[in-house]
């Protein structure tokens, strides 16, 4: 007898296969999900219609990560239909779901396969992935130790003394992140990457071939900030809109995972923003942009400030993340703006244009905006002045308090309004990750961090080195993940 659990997974997979064709089965501990997997898992996908992963329960001496963990993994690759923690052997679980195919990795075609008995019952079929890659486990882990023990984060020690702080000014600061109540409003984007192998060039013209090898999902735009600063331990309400479509189901599952309290409004003039990435050995091939960029009615910017105002009064932060494609009007900005003056709520903004065009001096009474170079001229059109005549102009346009401008690979520049000395100093900090994997979501980790450390009582110097540290995080790994207190620790800490 199966047990409940297995038991409720059969269910669902019948209830849900009933005009699918082939069941393909796929079975495995998936302690760290890696190339191989996805090969794997893309060939039996390949083999039929639907896609069941059992992602083995914890057992002692195999496991190396919890369960919840490791089908969480599992869960996130979009050619699977339906995974579950598998706490039945494969063979019993086998024999009641009868799939049509069983999947196993090529390493197990010359050894004992113990399923093999109960698919030859039922008239099944067993096959071996057929991919090229192999990856051990231990050589993954060697790998990533190796990795970490090299570090590529490199302190800035000379600017601390400069500014006159310590390791345990940083931590007491960290330490307030959990007192913060912060609110986010911006354009919230799904990111999609798709991991592909390099063919080669084409024949008939001059064009890359590849061939996708596996699929992640990530929380992107002013969702991660919001996400960046739940994991940082605020309490946090997010604001944004939506269109009528599949994928907001995962955007309000990674933000109620994140302990995001989400506010999200439908627009049905527009999709919900989905940006794919094409990446081969770590860089990025082409980009496709599914959105549309007309700002939102002024019905829904009624009920968007409406229900914004009802939970205004306690907030101690407020982040504008603006991608420029239609969720912040400057109406909703300017009614949102006044009422955080009247309540003396700390603001702070960030406006992108990366592919788009946008102006960041349209938020006004900022005590932080995090521009790049290329941001901070557009909005004063002024591409000749340096850069701290062009900071200087920047904060006088928008009436802002401190700017930074961000360097990309060479770091920060902070122009600070420090009350303590002569007003409006300059300084700058290197880029602190020497050896970045993906630059995506850099410049958002650094204005929610920074931005909470000034919510938290630290000066804008201390506030500019916590963000530095969460920008070189952020950049160490692959894709836009939430950035936690312990990643922050294991950096300024070691």
Known sequence: MLKQSSQKALKIIRNETKDRGKIIFVSGFFNIVHPGHLRLLRFAAECGDYLVVGVRNDSPGDS????TIRLEGV?????????FILEDTAPDFIRELKPAIVVKGKEHENSYNPEAEAVMAYGGQMLFSSGDMSFSLVELLQDESQRLASSSFVRNDAYMERHKFNWSDLDRVLKCFKKLKVLVIGDVIVDEYITCDALGMSQEDPTIVVTPVGVELYLGGAGIVAAHASNLGADVSFFSI????????????KLH???????LFQDDSR?????????????????VNHLRQHPISRELQKKILASLLDRLS???????SDFNYGCLPQPLVN?????????????VADSQSSSQIGDVSRFEHMWLMTPTEREARLALKDFESGLVVLAEKLRKKAMAKNIFITLDKEGVLIHADDSNK??????????????????????????????MALASGADIWQSAYLGSVAAACQVGRNGNLPLSINDMYLEIRS
């Open 335 to 347: 009614d949102i703006i006044l009422e955080c003056k009247k309540k003396k709520i700390m603001m």
């Open 64 to 67: 190396f990560l919890n369960e």
């Open 271 to 287: 999709p919900t923003i989905l940006k794919q990435r094409y990446r081969s050995s770590g860089k990025t091939l082409l980009r």
């Open 257 to 263: 995972l994140a302990g995001v309290k989400a506010h």
């Open 314 to 320: 306690d907030q101690d932060l407020i982040i504008f």
């Open 422 to 451: 002569v007003p409006y100093l300059t300084d700058r900090i290197d880029a602190m990750n020497k050896a970045p994997l993906d630059p995506a979501g850099a410049g958002d980790s650094l204005l929610t961090c920074s931005a």
């Open 75 to 83: 869960c996130a690759i979009t050619l699977v239909d339906y995974c």
């Open 242 to 253: 939506n269109g009528n479509d599949e994928i907001v189901g995962f955007i309000k599952d």
